[in-house]
């Protein structure tokens, strides 16, 4: 086979191989294997893929374990062996599990919010609520009748 038509794309063999972009890198990592380079684009050659296609990735239970104290425990890898991606994608998922936890009392409070009605608040919030309503709904007849008298006033002083 020539070289030409031995070009597979990085894409093609996620596809193939059923991994992602992190597995991929992960695996060529591990393997050692180096792409080919054709005019600023990577390749892998079908003897790279069947490398790939017969790396046996360790099993969960080997790679990560929980200890009785709940402490992640990485298998034989420690984190100077894993790869920047690898160790990025843990410390992504991590933060996204707590910024999770972190909103989680907050969501639960604006769905409690959502559904509560005026008769669900406490009488002190309820009067709150009151102040608030009469100070932006001024009874008007009383606005009214106070604008009147005054013009009336001012009227009769002239």
Known sequence: MDEENDRISPETVM????????QYYARLNKLGIKPIRKNGK?????????????????????????????E??????DAEQMTDNE?????????????????????VKIHLAAGMKFEDLPEDLKEQVRSVNRAANPDIKKSAASIASQMLDRYRQK
Not at 47 to 69: F, H
Not at 87 to 107: F, V, Y
Request: charged share 25%.
């Open 42 to 70: 990577a390749y892998l050659t079908s003897d790279q893929l069947e490398q790939l296609r017969d790396y046996k990735e360790p099993s969960q239970n080997a790679l990560a374990t929980v200890d009785t104290d709940s």
């Open 87 to 107: 160790q990025d994608d843990i410390w992504r998922s991590a933060a996204e599990l707590k910024a999770q936890q972190m909103s989680l009392g907050d969501l």
């Open 72 to 77: 992640l425990i990485i298998g034989s890898q």
């Open 15 to 22: 596809e193939t191989l059923g991994i992602k972009k992190t």
